[in-house]
T-cell receptor, first 112, second 114 residues
C-alpha cells in the first residue's frame, strides 16, 4: 500500500514552460486535493475533487488546471509557469469529506 | 468564510515539559472539527489528532491531547513530556464544508530544548 505518491520530487522550470505534477493514491479515496505551501504560510488549497469527473477551485486556482478521470489519479497542470508559482506542492486524499487527509511527500518546484 | 488562526509563530519548550499550541477558528459555515498536523524539517505532513465538533470528550492520542472549547472556538494542542523529536512546524486545519479539503492556520514552529 503506497498511500499517496507524487512525482517528481523536485522540478526546475523556466518562466512560460508548462508541466504536470502527478498525484496518485491506492486507497480508493473519493476526495483528493492539491495545496501549495509557501515560506511562513500554511498550506493553501488550489483545486480539489470529490470524485472522478468532478473538480472545483480552491483558494488559489489561477494558473493551474486539474482533471480527475480516474479515482486514483489527480494531476495538477501548470499552464505557463511564473516565478510566483515557486512553492512546495502537496497532494492529499481522504475517504470522507471531513475525514483525515493523507498527504503525499510533496513536490518542490522552482520557476526561474 | 472559514479562518484558522495560530497566533504563535514560534515556541520554545524544555525537554520533558508540556507545551500548548493555540488554534482558533472563525467560521461562518458550520465547522465539523479540527485537525492537527506535524511537519518536521523533512517536509512530510503527519496527522496527529482530530476533534469532531460534536465530540463530548477532548481527543487524546498518546502524548497529544486537544483542549477543545467550542464557546471560545478554540482547539489547542497540548503536547505532554516534550521530546527533541517534537521540534517541527505544527498546523491546525478545518475540514470546512466536508468537501475533502482543509483550510490551514499559518503554523507554529516548536523548538524543544535539551
Amino acid at each position: 500500500n503506497a498511500g499517496v505518491t507524487q512525482t517528481p520530487k523536485f522540478q526546475v522550470l523556466k518562466t512560460g514552460q508548462s508541466m504536470t505534477l502527478q498525484c496518485a493514491q491506492d486507497m480508493n479515496h473519493e476526495y483528493m486535493s492539491w495545496y501549495r505551501q509557501d515560506p511562513g504560510m500554511g498550506l493553501r488549497l488550489i483545486h480539489y475533487s470529490v470524485g472522478a469527473g468532478i473538480t472545483d477551485q480552491g483558494e488559489v486556482p489561477n494558473g493551474y488546471n486539474v482533471s480527475r478521470s480516474t479515482t486514483e489519479d489527480f494531476p495538477l497542470r501548470l499552464l505557463s509557469a511564473a516565478p510566483s508559482q515557486t512553492s512546495v506542492y502537496f497532494c492529499a486524499s481522504s475517504h470522507s469529506g471531513a475525514g483525515e487527509q493523507y498527504f503525499g511527500p510533496g513536490t518542490r518546484l522552482t520557476v526561474t | 468564510a472559514q479562518k484558522i488562526t495560530q497566533t504563535q509563530p514560534g515556541m520554545f519548550v524544555q525537554e520533558k515539559e508540556a507545551v500548548t499550541l493555540d488554534c482558533t477558528y472563525d467560521t461562518s459555515d458550520q465547522s465539523y472539527g479540527l485537525f492537527w498536523y506535524k511537519q518536521p524539517s523533512s517536509g512530510e505532513m503527519i496527522f496527529l489528532i482530530y476533534q469532531g465538533s460534536y465530540d463530548e470528550q477532548n481527543a487524546t492520542e498518546g502524548r497529544y491531547s486537544l483542549n477543545f472549547q467550542k464557546a471560545r472556538k478554540s482547539a489547542n494542542l497540548v503536547i505532554s513530556a516534550s521530546q527533541l523529536g517534537d521540534s517541527a512546524m505544527y498546523f491546525c486545519a478545518d475540514p470546512y464544508n466536508q468537501g475533502g479539503k482543509l483550510i490551514f492556520g499559518q503554523g507554529t514552529e516548536l523548538s524543544v530544548k535539551p
